[in-house]
């Protein structure tokens, strides 16, 4: 075949096997034999099978680049590389470790779309695999339930803030604050929670101390330890449809937990987001805020009203 900038002059088509000039069919294999009946291309298939392969990047271009196809398959180029397929050659070829260039080659050619061929691995590499996906699969079905109860507890956008060990988000009706017992029994958490002011030790560690934000409902506010998680659910005094004298719906909001809030728990806006309009929690019947209860499914559930002080 010509070069690609020659004229080409093509060959006469016959049939590979007897010669034959009518009523030809082409192998639609290869594409570049052709045959005068099943009977002649079966005959000849020890010959041809040699030269007869797919080339999907020809048969993609042929209808409108019929030349450059036949060329394609003439020289036995199955894939045309891009710039960057070009780069990852130069790589190999100056890589003193890894991939050679015509490992690289390999793992292009042959496929209409060159991409990196699968990874190979020694069986010692495999039996590394394997024991490192099980110690992977041990890992997480060893994972405490108090640890993805803990990651299912979201804080909704500039309602709340995530500190880490412990989180916090409110409505317009109560606030929550949830406090993960790392490496702490429950029966060392020492909580203190009046309508004014609240404080966490776990063990010897202070987490929050001092004077609330805002006045919450006694009555109606509670605390729980459940799988390793504390969880204080307080009721404001000033809320949507019962607000203090003089006061709007803004003045309900809580910019952090205390009045003197570290910088963590403090969230970041001057004024109270669109969405907290809308976060409500209805009352039953007129009364009290229904709180949610310890869940039935998890043990180490303990549930106290606000008078309690200190977890058993």
Known sequence: MAAMHEAEELPPRECANCGATEALLRCSRCHGAFFCGVKCQKAYWPFHRSDCYRNEFADQIENREPKFARWMRSHRKLAVLKDDEVDRLERAS?????????????????????????????????????????????????????????????????????????????????????????????????LQLTTTHLSIVLDTRPLLSGEL?????????????????LHIIMMKRNRRGSYASGSTNADTFWFSPLQKGPAEATIPVQHPPTSYYSSYAELENGGPLALPPPRSSHHNAQQNSIMDITAP
Request: include cysteine; charged fraction near 30%; aromatic fraction near 8%.
């Open 213 to 229: 934000h805002s006045e919450i409902k006694s009555d109606a506010s509670t605390w729980y330890i459940e799988n390793k998680i």
């Open 94 to 190: 100056k890589a003193a470790v890894g991939d050679t260039r015509e490992d690289v080659m390999d793992s292009m050619y042959g496929r209409l779309i060159p991409k990196p061929a699968e990874p190979k691995y020694s069986g010692e590499d495999i039996v590394r695999m394997r024991r490192r996906d099980e110690d992977l699969s041990h890992m997480v079905a060893s994972t405490s339930a108090d640890m993805l109860e803990w990651k299912d507890i979201t804080v909704p956008e500039s309602l709340g803030m995530d500190c880490d060990s412990y989180k916090w988000y409110q409505n317009q009706t109560y606030v929550e604050v949830h406090a993960l017992l790392k490496g702490c029994q429950p029966s060392k958490v020492a």
